[in-house]
Antibody, heavy 119, light 107 residues
């Protein structure tokens, strides 16, 4: 069965960096686009970024453009999110999500990892 | 910017019908719906407007009328109490948006 397991969250000071990882299993990782979606405490879902199946294309929400970088290692079935220059408003649970087959859905999600940006 | 608007809350008695709308100025060809229970990750319940993933009960259905898509839950059960989000993709799948979310309360 499909499993997505995020790691790397924690408490970080404003302006610092953090890297999240998402280990995938149960499907052919290299065949699917992958996303990061976040949810601030008590708030709704916000799409953050997507990377194509081969890693050649990445797209970002305006709120993180220039600060966050998505990448993947298909040999390790792992997705990454490098977050630089973190701000208080980046505080959220970060989910990795698999793109649906042939559509624009997020058909499987990880359990999420909490990032808290605070001094 | 793109926005998908949902009602903040819907209240319904068990056995009745809950309808959650999602509207946007430029709602793309397809919309998707997610259920999120407290402390849990979202779960896809409807894809491509009205298709149900395997394992999702038949009481969940989706429809579209013009610029509005609707998630219908009928008959509602107590376990359906959750937050629900619509979602779509824009600009040739380079940008994605979630709706504002609707809290469904089962009375």
């Amino acid at each position: 069965q499909v499993q997505l397991v995020e790691s790397g969250g924690g408490v970080v000071q404003p302006g610092r960096s953090l890297r999240l990882s998402c280990a995938a299993s149960g499907f052919t990782f290299s065949n699917f686009g992958m996303h990061w979606v976040r949810q601030a405490p008590g708030k709704g879902l916000e799409w953050v970024t997507v990377i194509s199946y081969d890693g050649n294309n990445q797209y970002y929400a305006d709120s993180v453009k220039g600060r966050f970088t998505i990448s993947r290692d298909n040999s390790k079935n792992t997705l990454y999110l490098q977050m630089n220059n973190l701000r208080a408003e980046d505080t959220a649970v970060y989910y990795c999500a698999k793109q649906g087959y042939g559509d624009l859905s997020f058909d499987y999600w990880g359990q999420g990892t909490l990032v808290t940006v605070s001094s | 910017s793109y926005e998908l608007t949902q009602p903040p809350s819907v209240s319904v008695s068990p056995g009745q019908t809950a309808r959650i709308t999602c509207s946007g100025d430029a709602l793309p060809k397809y919309a998707y719906w997610y259920q999120q229970k407290p402390g849990q990750a979202p779960v896809l319940v409807i894809y491509k407007d009205n298709e149900r993933p395997s394992g999702i009960p038949e009481r969940f259905s989706g429809s579209r009328s013009g610029p509005t898509v609707t998630l219908t839950i009928s008959p509602v059960q107590a376990e359906d109490e959750a937050d629900y989000y619509c979602q779509s993709g824009y600009r040739s799948a380079t940008f994605y948006v979630f709706g504002t979310g609707t809290k469904v309360t089962v009375l």
